[in-house]
């Protein structure tokens, strides 16, 4: 188990050199000379002869490589244009209403897609199967932007049970929560139907339902802890995806999370901040994922001898 | 081997395909004759009709800026199949050419280029290309070429793996033995047997693309103003959402369909 762990490590090593020398070549990408970009055309020469030096942008590329390289092992992601904060520091203090809001959508996730994904396996081609398998289209057909309006449209404005937008209590947390969980509950509660099914059919249940459990439980006591499996391993995948989903559900709730640090980072122009995001945001992803492919050995003893 | 004429009859069997088919077809015949069905020109400004609700004249109402939000519509289904189609032909040729030498020929050459798919892959969904269009600004180029940066890598991956099942088959060895080159086993042999889950593929692939564009155009970043596109009309539509619902709804249902018929076919 320690062995695998270290091994997985070790190939994330690669990967996070190389998603950080990406995200280093990031600002090279904007035309022109990213300075103007930031100030202006019209700045005075000798801002800009500043801000390029702030930025190290006047030194040879190799030294702003090897620069980026030491300031990012000591967690220094440089300073940002606009607030003249530590680019870290901004990000650090804006991850809490992020992952509150992602935890918050997997929650919901779970919530709306376990129960339905058991039914819809417990009674395949039933009327509730059809339903799920409806609902679960839908989800997936609507992206975050559609299905955010039009959540407020019925839950603030016609009904008036939730605010609109904003951060505060939990009753700000349930749109964007079911915004950004939608699309991830219609992909887990068809992995779990069509997980389970297959579960179903194994020996092991029949074996049960032939000692005299019932069905239901033979499929629930038995079936649904093997059939979680790959649910765990999409659930980890869609969880990264579910924190760069959050710039759209940011921007639409006004939540003051990274995602929306990102967007008014980007209006700025304030591509070091712009930078530290992305890279945030991506490293977060490689760690999720690594946590998701050890948790996987912990529940799937046979992974660990592969 | 299906012909042309069978998979028409297979597809007007199953009602759901055939439904998203002609949706499709509907969708891209108002998006190629957008100039000529529009009832009015998409940034034609009548601020004095601002926001009003749908009447004879505007089937689907007017925005803030009092623009026709129909054929502000038409128009933005131009840009989200060009994005689709765009994107789908600048990923699958990189995606192709690179999946069949990786997985033909394995080695050092397949080890690299399988450490790049994963390199790019640590990016989650949309966050490669909003930083890349981010840094380009925003313009139809910009996000075809921010999402084909990422787009490749599936493609890659479905031809190595097709690759990896044909290369072993007989016929292959055959052609092998008979003394053909291995760039024209590949080429002729291998390749064009590997293709067909590749359809698929990128069907779904232009879904993704117009979800993505409407997804980078939502923050800004996708196509400038004032050509619509479906993205940015909803993130314009939203700040009326009290008062003129429809400026969000039109949009939003447009591409629940056109998402939801990719699906389907």
């Not at chain 1, 079911?178 to 249940?205: F, K, N, P």
């Not at chain 1, 765990?232 to 759209?248: E, K, N, P, Y």
């Not at chain 1, 006004?254 to 992305?278: E, F, K, N, T």
């Not at chain 2, 020109?41 to 925005?63: E, I, R, T, V």
Request: glycine residues 10%; proline residues 6%.
């Amino acid at each position: 188990m320690m062995r695998m762990a270290l091994a997985r490590l070790r190939q994330a090593v690669p990967v996070v050199l190389g998603v950080a020398t990406i995200v280093f070549m990031l600002i090279h990408m904007v035309p022109g000379d990213p300075v103007d970009a930031m100030l202006g055309e019209s700045a005075v020469a000798a801002d800009k002869a500043e801000l390029r030096r702030e930025l190290r942008l006047d030194r040879p590329l190799p030294e702003q490589y090897a620069d980026y390289m030491l300031g990012l092992a000591h967690a220094d992601l440089g300073t940002s244009f606009r607030s003249r904060e530590p680019v870290a520091h901004e990000i650090l203090s804006r991850f809490p209403a992020t992952l509150l809001l992602a935890c918050a959508s997997l929650a919901i996730a779970l919530l709306i897609a376990v129960p339905l994904g058991i039914a819809a396996a417990l009674r395949p081609r039933s009327w509730i199967d059809l339903l799920c398998g409806t609902s679960a289209m839908l989800g997936l057909s609507m992206p975050n932007f559609v299905i955010g309006p039009l959540l407020v449209l019925l839950f603030s404005i016609q009904l008036g049970i939730f605010p609109v937008s904003g951060h505060g209590g939990w009753r700000h947390l349930v749109l964007p929560a079911v915004t950004l969980g939608s699309g991830m509950s219609a992909i887990l509660m068809r992995m779990l139907r069509s997980s389970l099914l297959e579960e179903a059919g194994q020996d092991y249940v029949r074996t049960a339902i032939a000692k005299g459990m019932s069905a239901t439980r033979a499929i629930v006591r038995h079936a649904l802890p093997n059939a979680l499996i790959p649910v765990v391993t999409v659930m980890g995948l869609q969880f990264g995806a579910l924190l760069a989903g959050s710039v759209i559900t940011e921007t639409l709730f006004s939540w003051p999370g990274i995602g929306r640090l990102m967007v008014q980072a980007i209006d700025a122009r304030d591509y070091p901040l712009v930078q530290g995001c992305v890279l945030f945001v991506a490293l977060l992803t490689v760690s999720i994922n690594l946590i998701v492919d050890m948790l996987y050995a912990v529940l799937d003893p046979r992974v660990r001898h592969d | 081997m299906t012909s042309p004429g069978g998979v028409f009859k297979r597809l007007v069997r199953h009602r759901g395909a055939g439904a998203g088919l002609a949706f499709l077809g509907l969708l891209c015949a108002a998006a190629i004759l957008a100039p000529r069905i529009a009832p009015f020109d998409p940034s034609g400004q009548s601020l004095d009709a601002g926001l009003s609700g749908a009447s004879a004249a505007h089937w689907l109402g007017q925005d803030r800026l009092g623009r026709d939000i129909l054929s502000r519509l038409l128009f933005g289904a131009r840009v989200s199949l060009l994005v689709g189609l765009g994107t789908v032909s600048l990923s699958i040729i990189p995606g192709t050419l690179i999946g069949a030498l990786s997985g033909f020929f394995g080695g050092r050459l397949d080890a690299v280029f399988m450490r790049l798919c994963d390199l790019l892959l640590a990016f989650p969904g949309l966050l490669l290309a909003i930083a890349v269009t981010a840094m380009l600004g925003p313009s139809l180029s910009h996000v075809i070429f921010a999402l084909s940066a990422l787009g490749w890598v599936g493609y890659a991956r479905l031809i190595r793996g097709q690759i990896l099942k044909v290369r072993e088959m007989e016929f292959v060895q055959a052609a092998r033995s008979t003394g053909a080159t291995p760039y024209r086993t590949l080429a002729r042999h291998v390749l064009p047997n590997a293709l067909s889950p590749l359809i698929v593929e990128a069907t779904f692939g232009i879904g993704r693309a117009v979800v993505a564009e409407a997804g980078l155009s939502f923050l800004g970043l996708g196509i400038a103003p004032p050509t619509p596109s479906w993205g940015s009309m909803i993130a314009e539509g939203r700040h009326f959402l009290f008062i003129a619902p429809h400026l969000t709804l039109a949009p939003g249902i447009a591409i629940m369909l056109t998402v939801m018929a990719i699906n389907f076919v």
